[in-house]
T-cell receptor, first 114, second 111 residues
Framework: GAGVSQSPSNKVTEKGKDVELRCDPI?????LYWYRQRLGQGLEFLIY????????KSGLPSDRFSAERTGESVSTLTIQRTQQEDSAVYLC????????????FGSGTRLTVV | AQSVTQPDIHITVSEGASLELRCNYS??????LFWYVQSPGQGLQLLLK??????LVQGIKGFEAEFKRSQSSFNLRKPSVHWSDAAEYFC?????????FGKGTRLHILP
């Protein structure tokens, strides 16, 4: 597609429920990144995928967070047993490859845990 | 580990005044540095980047930044701000094959 697409744009969920956030990168971009932006905070790195290599999961805050990517296309970020502190905007970005830092960001998913 | 520090959480300037947003980085070698802007309700947009070469980098919207290795700084400047520049600004550095962001500086513009 023309840009990075994220869905849903907004998600309200009850504490304890699982949520899935989706990211569609730009076609041909082999690297995909997830970041979290809490209210008034910077962007925290969560995870990144590069082609078929093992993902860099070093930023995932707990084992309730996981992500998958099918080949070089769609990625889903899953948060299990959501907590109120998970409320944030989750941003996805893609680039041509790891080492190419021309990131294109999606508009994000605003997650609210009530 | 690589990191960036933006010492100012909020900055307020009058429209037409000059602007400087501070950024300090922590990195052993020559860093790759960026400034991004995030306007209310909008996504992140790259203003400019420094990889090598001329230490004064020109970006979009009239912004520039200067890389100073001796001070580990990459400050963002604009000679005359416009009301539309009100936004959150993020300095960032590459570390471990990914971009690491600072906590941001929110710019407020007085009419």
């Amino acid at each position: 597609g023309a840009g990075v697409s994220q869905s849903p744009s907004n998600k309200v969920t009850e504490k304890g429920k699982d949520v899935e956030l989706r990211c569609d990168p730009i076609s041909g971009h082999t690297a995909l990144y997830w970041y979290r932006q809490r209210l008034g905070q910077g962007l925290e790195f969560l995870i990144y995928f590069q082609g078929n290599s093992a993902p860099d999961k070093s930023g995932l805050p707990s084992d309730r967070f996981s992500a998958e990517r099918t080949g070089e296309s769609v990625s889903t970020l899953t948060i299990q047993r959501t907590q109120q502190e998970d409320s944030a905007v989750y941003l996805c970005a893609s680039s041509l490859a790891a080492g190419n830092y021309g990131y294109t960001f999606g508009s994000g998913t605003r997650l609210t845990v009530v | 580990a690589q990191s960036v520090t933006q010492p100012d959480i909020h900055i307020t300037v009058s429209e037409g005044a000059s602007l400087e947003l501070r950024c300090n980085y922590s990195y052993g070698a020559t860093p790759y540095l960026f400034w991004y802007v995030q306007s209310p309700g909008q996504g992140l947009q790259l203003l400019l980047k420094y990889f090598s070469g001329d230490t004064l980098v020109q970006g979009i919207k009239g912004f520039e930044a200067e890389f100073k290795r001796s001070q580990s700084s990459f400050n963002l400047r604009k000679p005359s701000v416009h009301w539309s520049d009100a936004a959150e600004y993020f300095c960032a550095v590459v570390g471990d094959d990914k971009i690491i962001f600072g906590k941001g500086t929110r710019l407020h513009i007085l009419p």
